[in-house]
């Protein structure tokens, strides 16, 4: 028995055509299930930022600690302070502690008095 | 819904699927009358006609395209190919699962319109095309239906399945020589005169 030839590329291509053109449409079920899911998921993408809020870093823990900006205003600005008052050395302070050490007797009034006469000097 | 089709129909999928991702559900109504039929119809070839497990198939693409919405990268890949390939591999997990979907499982499609009988000849041709391809190994059923029934390139076909462009090529080749073949004793009822 001769085995028949088979099919030729256009006859093919037209079983694809036909497989296209019969291509059941989805069921209107399945299609309102996808666009619930969209809607599900554009709702809970709108709901996220709110039910999610970032959990607190270090930097917002510390600045609830000290009382928050105002507070690390104020901190700063003791620190630079501290850091000028100790670069600077004032007078009052030397003369106590050298003379402390010294064991000095006695000490002026003006002695206890804060002095940053050393910085003006020309040096 | 057709209007709202009509009204995207010049939109591209990657523009409406950024305008899902701001929370545009006539984007989403569009993209869902554009992408699920062709999700649909890959699984349903893929998996052999289950046509419940299809739907399931197609849901879950579609849900995982509404999910990466926010994220999609303009111009990085093509809105069909992702979904393509989401459906793939899906559909390749459930085959994994279940082997072994005869012939026998595969459903008569329904026709749409009854009496017509061109319509009836299409839906006899696409029923023996079935057959055919249901006889394919898997590779070359995924290749073939891809390139010659959805239309796609070689290219975008490798991306989807993960291989090269020469393999395409071969798994396309091999597919529609075997489904030739596989029909030809059918020439008479598909309406083929013998050469």
Redesign the interface.
């Known amino acids: 028995m001769a ?7 256009l ?6 055509a ?10 209107p079920a ?2 309102a ?3 619930a ?3 599900h ?2 709702a809970a ?2 709901a996220a930022p709110r039910a999610t809020a970032a959990p607190e870093g270090l930097m917002q823990r510390i600045l609830g600690a000290i009382g928050g900006w105002p507070g690390a205003a104020g901190l700063v600005t003791a620190s630079v302070a501290g850091l000028a008052i100790g670069l600077a050395t004032p007078e009052a302070i030397e003369t106590l502690t050298s003379d402390y050490l010294g064991a000095a007797n006695a000490f002026e009034l003006d002695d206890f008095m804060p002095s940053y006469g050393g910085l003006f000097e020309e040096g | ?1 057709d209007l709202a089709l009509d009204a995207f129909s010049s939109v591209s999928d990657e523009l409406l699927l950024v305008a ?2 701001n ?1 545009d ?1 006539d984007a ?2 569009a ?3 554009r992408l ?2 062709r999700a ?2 890959q699984a349903a070839r893929m998996l052999g006609g289950d046509r419940a497990e299809a ?1 399931d198939v ?2 879950e693409a ?2 995982r395209l ?2 990466v ?2 994220e999609w990268r303009q111009g990085e890949a093509q809105v069909t190919t992702w979904l393509y390939r989401v459906v793939a591999n899906l559909c390749t997990d459930r085959l994994r699962k279940a082997r072994g979907v005869g012939i026998d499982a595969i459903p008569e ?4 319109r009854p009496g017509a009988e061109a ?1 009836l ?3 006899a ?2 029923r ?3 057959a055919a391809l249901a006889g394919l190994p898997e590779r070359q059923r995924q290749a073939v239906s891809l390139r ?2 959805e239309g796609l390139s070689n290219p975008e076909i490798a991306e989807i399945m993960d291989i090269g462009v020469e393999a395409v090529e071969s798994l396309t080749a091999r597919g ?2 075997a ?3 596989a ?3 059918q ?1 008479a009822e ?1 309406g ?1 005169e ?2």
């Open positions: 085995e028949k030839p088979p099919l030729s590329d006859e093919l291509d037209d079983l694809f036909a497989k296209r053109r019969t291509a059941p449409a989805p069921a399945l299609m299930r996808v666009l899911d969209a809607a998921v554009a993408q709108t | 819904m899902f991702g929370g559900m989403a109504r993209l869902t009358m699920t039929p649909l119809a739907e197609a849901q579609m849900l509404w999910k919405a926010p499609p329904e026709d749409d319509g000849q299409d839906a041709r696409a023996a095309l079935d010659h029934i529609k020589r489904l030739a073949a029909l030809a004793d020439r598909l083929y013998d050469g």
